[in-house]
């Protein structure tokens, strides 16, 4: 059968003109603006090979506003970089906003996203949360750390002191600091394969928080294979899963032992123990497997370490660019501690006021996640004026929340006095300064997190004088960030200590 030439454009025609009735009978909706796009990758090439994800897209919501839309491949995003409009989707909007949209990367990594940081906000989520809250990450599991803390940076000083003059790589001694701490607090301190976790850990970070092309077309199955980044995590995570199976077994083992009373192998209770407990819960509204308790424990890794690790190292790096910041806080590390025979006590920590303000400076200037983790819109919304469509991908730019000029005197500087005599705190009330994030999803772990920040800096402050090597200008000191999605510094910090 043939038409004619004619036929085919009335027919066109007839079509195009149902399609503007159809649309005009629907309610319009205003997305949030945004630079042109392309067919295909949509806004993508505003980003790719424009340096840093978080300032391209701050140099982007400079020109066109605090929201801002982008089509990145398939997935719709909106980008949020004014604390006001923060605000309004992190409090009013937060139940609309506070699904995590999944991911190839972290399904393989996570157990098909049975943790707690990349799940859906589901029943699992609420009931995750709870128990991380009152039981695995409390304040008072928290503080019985302590004595692992301390174990810990005891052989982090001695480490040190026993090198005598040569430069010291303190990003990788700080790295296995922090996952040592929670190596014990997670299994226990008889943990037998420790260093080939560590490294495995570090390789998963990587994968993780990379920006992941494929996500973007996730209609193009064949791309996830032709990337390869599905293999390198399938095998990742192989290794990972046959450590932690055995951590498991021994753990259940040893359970059983103390049952009949026979007595401890591992010590005090561990976040696995906390986990094999609940999981006899026979109440529980949605019950857990090994499968779940797996990816808890990696996500506590994840989640917590490189934060910790990274933040301290720009605590130290800045330091050392204002020799004046860093001998003060000496100074009053010294004081505090000084004739104390129990000078490590964790209390003591808090009586460091200076040191808290450098550590608060360095988390607005040096954002540990610069991007919260991506939310996903389960209901279309209205922000700003704007609609924000169903299932549409939210950025939340915490890093330019924290040097927003509207927000911050002087933002781009580093001036810990800023924060003397304010209110403004992190812990998600303060839309300029959301370095845990905020509302429904924020971090559970910022006080296991500070620990182990504050600890090795005020140790290694109290026992070292420090210095930059070859008699480097502090001014030369490399302060890039690295790329991917954790704000850490690039280039490993060499520092040399004199007792
Ligand atoms: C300086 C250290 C840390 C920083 C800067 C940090 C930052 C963050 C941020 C920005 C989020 C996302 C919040 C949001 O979406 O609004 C988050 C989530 C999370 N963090 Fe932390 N974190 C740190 C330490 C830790 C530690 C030590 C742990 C565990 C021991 C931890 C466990 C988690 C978990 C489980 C989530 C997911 C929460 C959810 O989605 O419900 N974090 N963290």
């Not at 490294?199 to 077309?217: E, M, N, P, R």
């Not at 169903?390 to 939340?396: A, E, G, P, Q």
Request: include cysteine; charge should be neutral; proline fraction near 5%.
């Amino acid at each position: 059968m043939y038409f004619s030439l004619a036929t085919i454009v009335s027919l066109l025609l007839f079509f195009s003109f149902l399609v503007i009735l159809v649309s005009k009978g629907k309610k319009q909706i205003k997305l949030p603006p945004g630079p042109w796009r392309l067919p295909f990758i949509g806004s993508l090439h505003h980003l790719i090979g424009r340096g840093l994800l978080h300032r391209t897209l701050r140099n982007l919501a400079q020109r066109y506003g605090g929201v801002m839309y982008l089509q990145l491949g398939e997935i719709p995003v909106v980008i949020i970089s004014s604390p006001t409009i923060a605000k309004e989707l992190l409090t009013t909007h937060d139940l609309a906003f506070s699904d995590r949209p999944q991911s190839t990367s972290t399904n393989i990594i996570f157990y098909n996203n049975k943790d707690i940081a990349f799940c859906p906000r589901d029943n699992y989520w609420k009931q995750m949360r709870k128990i991380c809250n009152v039981q695995l990450l409390s304040a008072k599991m928290v503080k019985s750390f302590g004595a692992i803390r301390k174990d810990e940076i005891s052989s982090l000083v001695s480490s040190i002191r026993s090198t005598r003059g040569p430069p010291i790589n303190m990003t990788e001694n700080i790295f296995w600091f922090t996952n040592s701490v929670t190596c014990s607090a997670a299994f226990g301190k008889m943990f037998k394969d420790r260093d080939e976790f560590i490294k495995l850990l570090k390789d998963i970070f990587i994968l993780v928080s990379g920006f992941d092309v494929a996500d973007l077309f996730p209609s193009w199955k064949l791309l996830h294979k032709l990337s390869g980044a599905e293999s390198r995590l399938m095998n990742v995570h192989k290794k990972v899963d046959e450590i932690m199976e055995d951590i498991l077994k021994e753990h259940l083992e040893n359970k059983a032992t103390r049952n009949k009373g026979i007595g401890d192998q591992f010590g005090g209770e561990d976040l696995v123990d906390v986990l094999l407990t609940v999981m006899e819960d026979a109440e529980l509204e949605c019950p857990i497997t090994n499968d779940h308790i797996k990816a808890v424990i990696l996500d506590i890794f994840v989640a917590g370490s490189e934060t910790s690790a990274a933040i301290t190292i720009w605590v130290l790096s800045e330091m050392m660019k204002n020799p004046n910041i860093m001998a003060k806080a000496q100074k009053e590390v010294r004081q505090v501690f000084r004739g104390k025979k129990n000078y490590d006590d964790e209390e003591n920590l808090e009586k460091l006021t200076y040191l808290n303000l450098v550590i608060k400076e360095t988390l607005r200037l040096h954002t540990p996640v610069p991007l919260l983790p991506p939310r996903e819109c389960r209901e279309q919304t209205d922000i700003d004026g704007y609609t924000i469509p169903l299932k549409t991908r939210i950025l939340v730019n915490a890093w330019a929340l924290a040097r927003d000029p509207e927000s911050w005197h002087d933002p781009e500087s580093f001036i810990p006095e800023r924060f003397e005599n304010s209110s403004i705190d992190f812990m998600g009330n303060h839309f300029e300064f959301i370095p845990f994030g905020a509302g429904r999803r924020i971090c559970p772990g910022i006080l296991f997190g500070l620990f182990n920040v504050k600890l090795p800096l005020a140790e290694l402050l109290y026992h070292f004088e420090w210095e930059l090597p070859y008699g480097m200008n502090p001014k030369d000191l490399d302060m890039t960030e690295t790329h991917g999605l954790s704000g850490a510094k690039q280039n490993d910090l060499y520092l040399v200590a004199r007792s």
